[in-house]
Each structure stands twice: as structure tokens, then as C-alpha cells.
């Protein structure tokens, strides 16, 4: 795998993919194969093959970190939101301390315009790590809807 990662690295992903398709005739279960097969294919454009490989992998393990954000997020590229707001969820249940999570549920939640659940996302991120430059930057953007000017000046400083 590291060898196909380094292909990868190189530019030359039909050489990596030929090294991963290798690892996985051995081992068609192998978790970090898949997972980098798959981002050879999201980096690729390769949207297909790299959701039929997420998929590969969520089926060796349904909780997999890797393979739920990799779905959601091209679950999102598509514009499938709800794929991707109940995968980020099946991934907070999965790993309710994963504070990445919050924050992509979080933008999503000001993308659709529920300010009240990214308020509540929000507050979780910052309880965790009150200096995010992420998590104050949407939060500044919720007190600018809001038209709190001086709280928006106040989470951007």
C-alpha cells in the first residue's frame, strides 16, 4: 500500500491502482487499500469508482470513519445533501467525539438555512476547542444573519 501511495504521490495513479488492485486480490477486505483506491479515484474525478470503493470498504465495516466521509462528501460534490447530512450523522453516531464532524454538519446546517441547529453544533465545536478559526469563522457568519455586527467583529478578531 505505501508503494501504490507513493505512485500516487508521483502522478502516475494507473501504476499506484495496479499496486492496490494487487493488495486487494490477496486481501479484498484490506481497509487502508480500499481507502486509498478511493481517493486515487476522488482525486482523479473519478467520482464512480471512488464511491464504488467507499462502498467496498463500508461493507468490511459499516462505521468506517474513512469510507462515511468519503461517501458524504461525494454524496455533497453531487449535490445529494441529504445523502450527505444522514452519512455525517451515521458518522457522529459512529464517533460522537469527532469534533470534524460537528463542524461539516455545522456548515451544512447554515447552507440549508437551519441557523438554530448550526448554532447548536457550533456551541459543541467551541465547547471542545474554543479558538477554532473554522468553527468562530461560521459562527461570525451565523451573527451576521442575524445582524449582530459587533458579535460578527468579535469572532473574527
Known sequence: VVVAQ???????????????DRVLIRDSGDV??????????????????AEETLRRLAATDPDNALALAGLAELAAVRGDHASAL??????????????????????????AGDDAAARALIDE????????????????VLEG??????SQRELLI
Open 125 to 140: 465545536v467551541l465547547a471542545r476547542s474554543p479558538r477554532d478559526p473554522e468553527t468562530l469563522a461560521l459562527a461570525a
Open 32 to 49: 487502508q487499500a480500499l481507502a486509498a483506491r478511493a481517493a486515487l479515484h476522488a482525486a482523479d474525478g473519478q467520482y464512480d469508482a
Open 145 to 150: 444573519r442575524r445582524g449582530d455586527v459587533s
Open 86 to 111: 444522514a452519512l455525517l450523522e451515521r458518522l457522529r453516531r459512529a464517533d460522537p467525539s469527532a469534533t470534524e464532524v460537528r463542524l461539516q454538519l455545522a456548515r451544512a446546517a447554515v447552507i
Open 6 to 20: 507513493l505512485h500516487g504521490a508521483s502522478g502516475d495513479t494507473r501504476a499506484a491502482l495496479d499496486r492496490l
